[in-house]
């Protein structure tokens, strides 16, 4: 007759099971981001104004549009380096499709959106069908995205001067009496898609599968290749989305924008508690993180920390995201 023996190693390691739920890690995100909140608006009379308040969510929007697609990405453990060079050219092919071609503003936009797709597509099938580290992909497809950017545009911005509309898209505000910038809505809208996208359709289902276990859903009958490719290009609709909008906030097209956007996309998806090992994520940390990131910079600018200081405090803060997400998985 055999005696049930209690493992106190296993029963130490249940009692940490709930430190990894995703709902504890959002709770965590966004204590952090309460936090940082009430610090600021303690040491600085004019971070709490209505102004400044704006000010945040409006840099959140691009930074958190690219953050919400790269999320896909990095849930099915894979990286996208390219996600700001090809922003930047998502904004110049949107400047010439408006500018140079003189296409509706609408059908240009949806232009410069497909083109992010029509770059993800190219990085998922480097991944899925060369099986080129994403590493690799992505950083060759961001020199390709700088280059192209700068030879498309002949270097110089592309203006939409004669397209004065334009600049509502970001700037503009549909909700009457409420001066929240479009481009505020657009991020929400976006993360809401994302959500659903992520929670709500197969593509999520095999977005964490593929993560968490590449071989077994292969060996399911998946076809990871084919799932792989769709997930690059929604992420790069994504990235075409953040063109649109910062074109559109900047009303051109800067060809010479977009080199460490990336990082910080990247780091926001880390902060808000997305494993880079795959398998594990969601879109409202994600939103929080990106939240983070553009609280801590605003409120250090606002206490006039300079900016070499500012990356270091910034630098600091992914590494223990990152610690974070190691302790995490140590407790598996």
């Known amino acids: 007759m055999k005696t049930e023996v209690s493992n106190p190693g296993i029963e130490k390691r249940k009692s940490k099971l709930p430190f990894k739920s995703g709902a504890l890690q959002q709770i ?23 102004s400044n308040i704006m000010n945040i969510l409006l840099s959140t929007s691009v930074i958190g549009i690219l953050a919400l697609g790269t999320t ?16 930047t050219l998502c904004s110049v092919m949107t400047g010439v499709f408006i500018t140079f ?20 597509f190219l990085v998922g099938s480097a991944v899925a069908k060369m099986k080129i580290p994403p590493f690799i992909a992505t950083l060759a497809m961001m020199m390709i995205a700088a280059g192209l950017a700068l030879v498309i545009s ?35 809208l976006m993360a809401t898609i994302g959500y659903i996208i992520l929670n709500k359709t197969v593509i999520g289902r095999y977005t964490f599968s593929i993560g968490s276990n590449e071989e077994s859903t292969r060996l399911s009958g998946v076809n990871v290749n084919r799932w792989k490719i769709i997930i690059y290009s929604i992420a790069g609709l994504f990235t075409g989305v953040a063109g649109v909008v910062m074109a559109a906030r900047l009303n051109s097209a800067q060809p010479a924008l977009g080199m460490g956007y990336e990082l910080e996309a990247i780091a926001a998806v880390v902060i808000g508690g997305t494993s880079l090992s795959g398998g594990k994520g969601t879109m409202v940390g994600t939103v929080i993180g990106a939240l983070i990131m553009s609280v801590l910079t605003n409120g250090l600018r606002i206490l006039s ?13 992914v590494i223990f995201a990152v610690y974070a997400d190691i302790l995490r998985r140590r407790n598996t």
């Open 305 to 317: 920390v300079p900016q070499e200081w500012q990356d270091v405090v910034i630098g600091i803060v």
């Open 28 to 50: 965590l995100a966004f204590s952090s981001l309460i936090v940082l909140i009430l610090f600021f608006s303690i040491t600085s009379r004019n971070f709490m104004e209505f």
């Open 72 to 87: 896909l990405v990095i849930i099915t453990g894979g990286i996208d380096l390219s996600i700001g060079t090809a922003m």
């Open 101 to 120: 071609l003189g296409l509706p503003i609408p059908i240009g936009i949806l232009l410069g959106i497909l083109s992010g797709g029509l770059s993800g």
């Open 154 to 188: 002949g270097t110089r911005p592309i203006y939409f001067s004669d397209t004065p509309a334009f600049t509502q898209v970001a700037l503009g505000s549909i909700i009457p009496g409420i001066e929240i910038p479009n481009a505020v809505l657009i991020f929400f």
